[in-house]
């Protein structure tokens, strides 16, 4: 819903080119939901070290948000190509989003809108990534 919002609204020239089955981000989340959860538990010593106790979940979640968002975002627009095109070429920089909108879940008000809040800006970045890699103007 939010990524045909911006899509009519900011980015009309990217066309979708994806598809609307749910089969890949299920498939994404059965693959990711075990990795974190292992991540997790393998670095729960860590957080006896106080410095680490807050940045190491960080991380988990903000990798975790990265994985998720990332492909929610490209799959009703982007062909399996440029999926793996865009996923290789801005993983770093997918993940830094996520790290940003991972930090809004530290403040307690925010953490109400941080889901809609990480869509859009997943969203925002991923079309414009679109409509570069597509050459049409945003």
Do not use: C, K
């Not at 749910?22 to 994404?28: D, E, R, T, V």
């Not at 106080?50 to 975002?73: E, G, H, K």
């Amino acid at each position: 819903m939010v990524m045909r919002f911006l899509q009519a609204r900011h980015y009309p020239g990217v066309e979708r080119r994806g598809t609307g089955s749910p089969l890949p981000g299920l498939a994404n989340l059965a693959l990711a939901l075990p990795l974190f959860a292992v991540g997790y538990l393998l670095t729960l010593p860590l957080w006896l070290i106080p410095p680490l106790a807050l940045v190491i979940p960080w991380f988990w979640w903000s990798w975790l948000t990265a994985r998720l968002m990332r492909l929610d975002s490209l799959i009703e627009f982007a062909d399996r190509d440029e999926r793996a095109a865009l996923e290789t070429r801005y993983r770093r920089e997918y993940l830094l989003l996520a790290m940003l909108v991972s930090l809004l879940n530290l403040i307690p008000p925010l953490f109400l809108v941080t889901p809609v809040l990480s869509a859009l800006a997943f969203g925002h970045y991923t079309l414009a990534r679109l409509g570069e890699r597509r050459a049409i103007p945003s």
